[in-house]
């Protein structure tokens, strides 16, 4: 058993050092003091040989993920209703779904499969949608706490257009609820935060979205959102916010889009332009990427390499459940399938993805909104995976750096043996 | 156990009856008689009241799966090298991979895996490329005739381009190893038949093409090829085949774009235009659409709504290893998010696929070129594959359709506990 938070882990060996490259070590030592990486080596260095050693043989130990975006509530229903656009798609399954959150009993049972899962994935860092229910989002809260699993977790603000069952009186409601439940949780949890969530323009009021970004300067506490996922949803907030310039500018009005400091995440940008990257960029906020939420909705394709060609901080969120899995595995695949999609059918100057650069997003880039946080670099939190895929038979000898790209075609077989946060292990498979 | 080719199983049914709907049955009764389908029962008739009645409760039980096109000598490599696209991965990686075959041991512990995860997965019949090495499509077929799913294999013929390693001498050498391996297996099998199988037209000569064609006039042999996957390659096609009006053109032109009887598959047909549609049809050839290996390779993407739209014979094909998993499943998620992407990125006026359309395809629609097999209406051969869901928790009484769909969208918990090919049973889980 690893109980300490000082140790050595040894095994294959892989992670960012920058979006270019991923540096792999095979059979090398991974060594964690204090919850803290001290880095990667091929040979142990002499001060840390009285440390605990783990060997883990021909398995892989690669950094945990971050899904910058999904969605709790959703979990129970995810992968039906898949022939529908995002408005329908919300109308029909989504807001009659998390309606049901108000039976703080239905929300425990479905939230308990939530994190049951979450810690079984590859992810140890996650920014989460609740409801709008204070009780059930603590009850969210409580249980990912004991998951291990390092989240942000936001009650959704939302006082117009959920339909008469989900949907707050008005701003001032919304606002004393939001205030009631920081105030319950304060002080409650070592692992899970809050942050404020306007679930989107279309159903937060002017006033709604005001006040939460006031109230987000007044508590020093992050925001995110969505933006920018939908032809039909853009067209809507422009009817709903006729002075804005764009659907950013729209929360930029608000004083929503947050600072390098408290940044804020949007998903999806998918029909983000020019302009709209630019008020993302001024404001250092995150793009939560959602490439299988974006296909199954026939929402379109993100043009992942302009967000990063222009400096814009992306990570990768499963978005579950537009996104029908919460394997990041499978949404790093899909990342970089719409990447070579939007090349052959939208823009031949728009390179693919490589690899290198979806590995990167899914460890380091996301990770990056947590800290240091996503990469084996000496002084970053531990956080690992340590994965099986012996049962991925091959005629050759495969480097680490083709058996995390097979695994990440073919996530079949690539079965999650140990997971670590800042140094503790908070899963461990039955064998 | 179910030793008989005649019984009766009850569970949770699905199955197309025309391509614009599924056919469920909560609880039903599915019949079979000599390993062909009775049909589908809400109540069981009585005169099938004295089989034996195998009750698999809550579990779904669906038509099995063609598999249209895939490689198996490429299986063991899948998901690495994803970076390239066609050519270029088939020069550094395919062609280099497929020569190893020329050696028997390798061939017979590389195609057991092979044989190994095809007996597991939802496919129940496949139309499989081997390489162009007679002993080992032998070995393939043996291995393959063990699993008990029926399969079309192909000695592949490429006489040009294969570099030193993969290339038969001439076109009369290839056409007499050709010839030496179906005197080999006449007769040999009962569930594993010889199709003629030129790689492509960069890879076979005019001179071997036209004896193909003749040769497939002689024996009345069926032909599979690939058409149209890569800009690249249909540029080279163009210049190999300069009096050809397209690349299916170019096949036509030697006689291997077959014939309602003899029915060519050709994989891909990523760019076909309406011309090459028009011959496709003509022809009454088969397009096995393989959208994973499509996305992968940076192809592109085939408007399948438009293929069926002209009633064309379509089917799906996993095309391992462009394609990364055997699992049909995979494929058809690819098959409903690709064509959405279609939709949403290229032409507005062609509609995305729907879940019965693509479910359609994955079991009736490449079934057909099995004869009367993908359905279970009565006539048809008994293919079948029992799932067991129950790790997908719900919070909602899911009905049959939508756990269907559920489980294309998240593979993951749709575990397979029998599979019975014409009324036998080929694999069964161990619990």
Redesign the interface.
């Known amino acids: 058993m690893i109980n300490d938070s000082s140790f050595v882990l040894r095994g294959g060996i892989a992670f960012s050092e920058s979006m270019h490259g991923i540096t792999t070590y095979y059979r090398g030592y991974l060594v964690c003091v204090d919850g803290i990486c001290q880095g990667a080596f091929t040979e142990l260095p002499e001060k840390y040989q009285g440390l605990k050693l783990y060997d883990y043989g021909e398995r892989l130990i690669i950094p945990g993920m971050t899904d910058l975006h999904v969605h709790a509530p959703q979990y129970?229903?995810?992968?039906?209703?898949?022939?529908l656009e995002l408005l329908e798609w919300l109308s029909t399954y989504t807001f009659p779904?998390e309606a049901?959150y108000s039976d703080i009993e239905?929300a425990k049972?479905?939230y308990s499969?939530f994190s049951h899962d979450l810690r079984r994935c590859f992810t140890t860092r996650a920014v989460v949608f609740a409801t709008l229910h204070n009780e059930a989002t603590i009850e969210l809260m409580n249980q990912l706490e004991e998951t291990g699993v390092i989240t942000y977790v936001g009650k959704v603000n939302m006082d117009r257009n959920g339909g008469e069952n989900l949907e707050e009186k008005d701003a001032a409601t919304s606002i004393q609820a939001t205030r009631e439940w920081l105030e319950q949780i304060q002080g409650k949890y070592v692992n899970t935060k809050p942050i404020l969530t306007p679930r989107f323009i279309p159903t937060c009021s002017d006033e709604l979205m005001k006040e939460l970004g006031k109230l987000s300067a007044e508590k020093e506490l992050r925001i995110q959102s969505h933006l920018s996922e939908n032809h039909s949803e853009i067209e809507w907030v422009k009817e709903l916010v006729p002075a804005s310039t764009c659907y950013a500018n729209a929360y930029e009005m608000f004083d929503t889009m947050g600072s390098k400091e408290l940044p804020t995440i949007m998903a999806h940008c998918v029909h983000s332009d020019e302009h709209e990257m630019e008020i993302i960029k001024n404001h250092g906020a995150y793009i939560a990427h959602c490439p299988t939420s974006n296909?199954?909705l026939?929402?379109?394709?993100a043009s992942v390499r302009k967000f990063l060609d222009a400096g814009l901080n992306v990570g990768i969120g499963t978005d579950v459940a537009g996104g029908?899995?919460m394997?990041m595995l499978d949404t790093m695949l899909a990342t970089?399938?719409?990447s070579?999609?939007?090349?052959?059918?939208?823009d031949q100057s728009v390179k693919?993805l490589?690899?290198e650069e979806v590995f990167y997003m899914a460890t380091a880039g996301g990770g990056k909104y947590f800290g240091k946080v996503g990469t084996f670099k000496p002084g970053y939190d531990f956080d690992a995976v340590v994965i099986d895929d012996s049962k991925m038979?091959?005629?050759?000898d495969?480097s680490i750096r083709?058996r995390i790209?097979?695994?990440?075609?073919?996530d079949?077989d690539a079965i999650i043996k140990d997971k670590f946060v800042k140094g503790k292990r908070v899963y461990t498979a039955v064998d």
């Open positions: 129970t229903f995810r992968g039906i209703g898949m022939d779904e049901k239905y049972k479905a499969y296909m199954n026939t929402s379109g394709v029908s899995s394997n970089l399938q719409v070579k999609m939007y090349y052959r059918l939208v693919p490589t690899f038979y091959s005629m050759r495969m083709e790209e097979r695994m990440c075609y073919n079949a």
